[in-house]
């Protein structure tokens, strides 16, 4: 496509292992969203709060908006979104190893605005290419921790941790 995308990918080199973070980042929705002409449709994403119960005034701020997809990870949007008129489920694309907001890059609003702000990601089951077997000594887990730093850093985002035992990354991002 003619859209450049930026992305941290999962098991990219030897045991190079890191999810897919992208200006088209695909994130988890709410069990209801917004479709075309503001009606509530059901979505594949779990979201707090529960966006689909809130007034159309509520929905101008909500408050560390999170979007989840169980067993997969989760999206937490710091600060105030206004969430009127989102389709969650088009904007946001959430797999093991994948996150992508906005795929449509011309869909993505200015920085600060929707779903293009600052985000803590959390991904689950991130395990190296060639399996979980060669984190079994500390020195091991250290070294792999470290290059799952440095690959998130060179992708901008900012390492906050992962976990070698649970397979848990965490970092944020300071928009999509």
């Not at 779903?115 to 991130?126: D, I, P």
């Amino acid at each position: 496509p003619a859209h450049a995308q930026e992305s941290l990918e999962l098991a990219t080199v030897e045991t190079d292992v890191a999810p897919n973070v992208s200006s088209r980042t695909e994130l988890p929705s709410s069990p209801v969203g917004r479709g075309p002409g503001g009606a509530k449709k059901p979505t594949k994403f779990e979201v707090s709060p529960d966006i689909s119960k809130l007034s159309d005034e509520d929905l101008s701020y909500v408050a560390e908006l999170e979007v989840v997809k169980p067993g997969v990870g989760s999206i937490l949007f710091h600060g105030l979104t206004d969430c009127r008129g989102l389709d969650i489920d088009s904007l946001v694309h959430l797999d093991i190893g994948e996150v992508l907001v906005y795929p449509d890059q011309a869909l993505k609003p200015p920085l600060g605005q929707g779903l293009n702000k600052r985000a803590t990601v959390t991904m689950y089951q991130c395990w190296p290419p060639n399996g979980r077997a060669h984190l079994e000594d500390a020195a091991s887990r250290e070294r792999y921790r470290g290059k799952i730093q440095v690959m998130t850093e060179e992708k901008n985002a900012r390492f906050i941790d992962y976990d070698c035992c649970t397979g848990v990354w965490k970092f944020q991002v300071e928009h999509f």
